[in-house]
């Protein structure tokens, strides 16, 4: 969705570039990557960060949990408490990624927070053709929901005071993926936990004619306008906390286990579309690559699809590419994410791209399904 005119042009008076489609990339100076606010998210504990346009879809009906739960890979029996979330995955019949999401327990309906072009790219299309008999209604709220994010450890808590929750909102109180709605400033909003930062962050949804009421509001309580971060920071903070996108990394050529997705993965469950795969796999227990993240320091970023070479008996040998890169939250390094061969994908692999050598990382590990 477009943003509207006022708050574009709210966003522009704190330094933001806004591109298509309103989409924020960056805020101050261009080349900067978004320092001060990611500066403001990961030291001074608070700041926004634009996240829309991202796609919300709404899943209710009597029929939905038992529906959505045979084309899942997770467990929805873990959804049962109002405001309880999880990451999913939807794959295909060979166990490829159709889509991923962040869902939430919203009364009577789910609540499913998408990558931007999900839906259009095919998962809407392989969510109705499922739909037979069953009373499941899907209900795309993208266009009438604005997404933003406060990130930073003092966020839960800021929250708290601004708002009134149907759940106790603080430093804590909501697990990952888990959430809350209630008012802010007699608007509505709606809080879900995401682990797109190294600190606690959350992003909430509401109605884009109220962005700039609820925005003051939290301000108002923190006694001073806060910085703000475009997409260049949103990436530094994803990178450094070790977490794929959907659309970036993640692809209809990549399963669920090769991308570090064993929490949206559930094994005593039963039936989903393309399982046998999945546990196939599980067994087997070697994918042909995996997902890494890699440390770099460099004074430059290399290219994206840079191929990458791993140390193997003392020898160079080429065994994977880099995906996505971007400068850390600190400043001093690079992050990146590299898809490697099997043989090479060890934790602590010594690896190398170009002239710069580092060492594979484990993904940021998340609560299970």
């Given at each position: 969705m477009a943003i509207s005119q006022q708050i574009q042009a709210n966003f522009e008076a704190r330094g933001a570039v806004v591109g298509e489609a309103g989409r924020v990339r960056f805020v101050g100076q261009e080349g900067a990557d978004d320092q001060v606010g990611v500066e403001a998210v990961l030291?001074?504990?608070?700041?926004?960060?634009?996240?829309?346009?991202?796609?919300?879809?709404?899943?209710?009906?009597?029929?939905?949990?038992?529906?959505?739960?045979?084309?899942?890979?997770?467990?929805?029996?873990?959804?049962?408490?109002?405001?309880?979330?999880?990451?999913?995955?939807?794959?295909?019949?060979?166990?490829?990624?159709?889509?991923?999401?962040?869902?939430?327990?919203?009364?009577?309906?789910?609540?499913?927070?998408?990558?931007?072009?999900t839906l259009a790219g095919g998962l809407m299309s392989h969510l109705r053709r499922h739909i037979i008999l069953e009373k499941v209604t899907l209900n795309d709220r993208s266009a009438e929901t604005f997404v933003l994010g406060l990130y930073g450890r003092g966020a839960a808590q800021v929250l708290g005071q601004s708002g009134?929750?149907?759940?106790?909102?603080?430093?804590?109180?909501?697990?990952?993926?888990?959430?809350?709605?209630?008012?802010?400033?007699?608007?509505?909003?709606?809080?879900?936990?995401?682990?797109?930062?190294p600190e606690e962050a959350y992003e909430l949804r509401l109605d884009p004619a109220e962005v700039l009421k609820v925005m003051a509001a939290v301000e108002e309580v923190v006694g001073?306008?806060?910085?703000?971060?475009?997409?260049?920071g949103f990436e530094r903070?994803?990178?450094?906390?070790?977490?794929?996108?959907?659309?970036?990394?993640?692809?209809?050529?990549?399963?669920?286990?090769?991308?570090?997705?064993?929490?949206?993965?559930?094994?005593?469950?039963?039936?989903?579309?393309?399982?046998?795969?999945?546990?196939?796999l599980?067994?087997?227990?070697?994918?042909?690559?995996?997902?890494?993240?890699?440390?770099?320091?460099?004074?430059?970023?290399?290219?994206?699809?840079?191929k990458v070479e791993a140390l193997i008996d003392g020898t160079w040998s080429q065994k994977g590419e880099l995906v996505s890169v971007a400068r850390d939250g600190g400043g001093a390094l690079y992050r990146g994410l590299v898809f490697m061969k099997r043989g090479a994908y060890e934790v602590g692999q010594t690896i190398r791209i170009g002239e710069l050598e580092g060492e594979l990382e484990a993904l940021l590990s998340l609560p299970g399904a």
């Amino acid at each position: 969705m477009a943003i509207s005119q006022q708050i574009q042009a709210n966003f522009e008076a704190r330094g933001a570039v806004v591109g298509e489609a309103g989409r924020v990339r960056f805020v101050g100076q261009e080349g900067a990557d978004d320092q001060v606010g990611v500066e403001a998210v990961l030291e001074e504990g608070l700041g926004w960060v634009a996240r829309s346009p991202r796609e919300t879809l709404t899943i209710a009906g009597d029929d939905a949990i038992p529906w959505l739960q045979g084309l899942v890979t997770s467990d929805l029996m873990g959804l049962v408490e109002e405001g309880r979330g999880q990451r999913t995955t939807w794959v295909s019949h060979t166990g490829r990624f159709v889509g991923e999401a962040r869902l939430m327990h919203f009364p009577e309906m789910l609540l499913v927070d998408l990558e931007p072009g999900t839906l259009a790219g095919g998962l809407m299309s392989h969510l109705r053709r499922h739909i037979i008999l069953e009373k499941v209604t899907l209900n795309d709220r993208s266009a009438e929901t604005f997404v933003l994010g406060l990130y930073g450890r003092g966020a839960a808590q800021v929250l708290g005071q601004s708002g009134t929750w149907a759940h106790r909102m603080a430093p804590g109180s909501l697990t990952m993926f888990g959430g809350t709605w209630g008012q802010i400033a007699g608007c509505g909003v709606v809080v879900q936990r995401v682990p797109w930062s190294p600190e606690e962050a959350y992003e909430l949804r509401l109605d884009p004619a109220e962005v700039l009421k609820v925005m003051a509001a939290v301000e108002e309580v923190v006694g001073r306008r806060l910085s703000m971060c475009g997409e260049a920071g949103f990436e530094r903070l994803r990178l450094t906390a070790g977490v794929p996108r959907f659309g970036v990394e993640l692809h209809e050529k990549v399963i669920p286990l090769e991308a570090g997705f064993e929490d949206a993965i559930a094994y005593d469950k039963g039936c989903y579309l393309g399982q046998e795969i999945i546990a196939r796999l599980d067994t087997r227990g070697t994918p042909a690559k995996m997902l890494r993240g890699v440390r770099l320091k460099a004074g430059r970023a290399p290219e994206v699809g840079a191929k990458v070479e791993a140390l193997i008996d003392g020898t160079w040998s080429q065994k994977g590419e880099l995906v996505s890169v971007a400068r850390d939250g600190g400043g001093a390094l690079y992050r990146g994410l590299v898809f490697m061969k099997r043989g090479a994908y060890e934790v602590g692999q010594t690896i190398r791209i170009g002239e710069l050598e580092g060492e594979l990382e484990a993904l940021l590990s998340l609560p299970g399904a």
